[in-house]
């Protein structure tokens, strides 16, 4: 069956520190994978979206980025933190085929507060 | 407006209620629906998808209206497990690859 993992979990860092977040697939190949964030009582906004290694879309202007040095994992970066950067992080997947082409698989999420 | 609105809620319903969400969406053209769960402080996770013709899961009923562009979520007989926060979300034109949530309904059982 296929799985999703993400980390850290949980982190605190001030402003203007980097930033790596780390989310892989097991399971799957070729997966369709996703950065999102939630900020507080708001929906989820996409940040980064990857068909294939090194393929990436960014749909947000930001200081964040994002890369895909394998097939199934996904990571998103800063190298500088902004006050505004904090909130719910959430990776996800696709299988992109199928009839389930378009369901999101999410990650247990990375909860990041910039003080 | 909103690519995907809901009302915020927060419903507060005793155990055994039916409640209802409604949620509209502007994209005429939107493609695929689907209702997801999100406990407080967790990850998103599949309620059901919504089929044109309306599809029922247990205790859960979706249904879409394309001529009015909303879709909606049922629930009959609820739990306190049901407790949670309902997101919509909607599949633009374009494909699956921006899906559009959105911000979620916060659904209260109380014993």
């Known amino acids: 069956s296929q799985t999703i993992h993400q980390w850290p979990a949980t982190l605190v860092q001030p402003v203007g520190s980097p930033l790596s977040l780390e989310c892989t697939v097991e399971?799957?190949?070729?997966?369709?994978l996703y950065w999102y964030r939630q900020a507080a009582g708001r929906g989820l906004q996409l940040l980064f979206y990857?068909?294939?290694?090194?393929?990436i879309s960014s749909e947000v202007p930001q200081n964040l980025s994002a890369s895909r040095p394998q097939d199934r994992q996904f990571i998103l970066s800063s190298k500088k933190l902004l006050l505004s950067d904090s909130g719910f992080y959430l990776c996800?997947?696709?299988?992109?085929?199928?009839?389930?082409?378009?369901?999101?698989?999410f990650g247990a999420g990375s909860r990041l507060t910039v003080l | 407006r909103k690519e995907v609105e809901q009302d915020p809620g927060p419903f507060n319903v005793p155990e055994g209620a039916t409640v209802a969400f409604n949620c509209t969406y502007s994209n005429s053209a939107s493609q695929s629906f689907f209702w997801y769960r999100q406990d407080c402080r967790k990850e998103p996770k599949l309620l059901m998808s919504v089929y044109s013709s309306g599809n029922e899961d247990g205790r859960f009923t979706a249904q879409l209206n394309r001529a009015s562009q909303y879709i909606s979520l049922l629930i009959r007989d609820s739990k306190l497990s049901d407790s949670a926060t309902y997101l919509c979300v909607v599949n633009p034109p374009t494909g699956g690859f921006k899906t559009i949530f959105g911000a979620g309904t916060r659904l209260f059982v109380k014993a």
């Open positions: 996800a997947w696709t299988t992109g085929v199928g009839r389930r082409a378009n369901v999101l698989t």
């Open positions: 990857s068909v294939g290694i090194g393929q």
């Open positions: 399971g799957t190949s070729n997966p369709n």
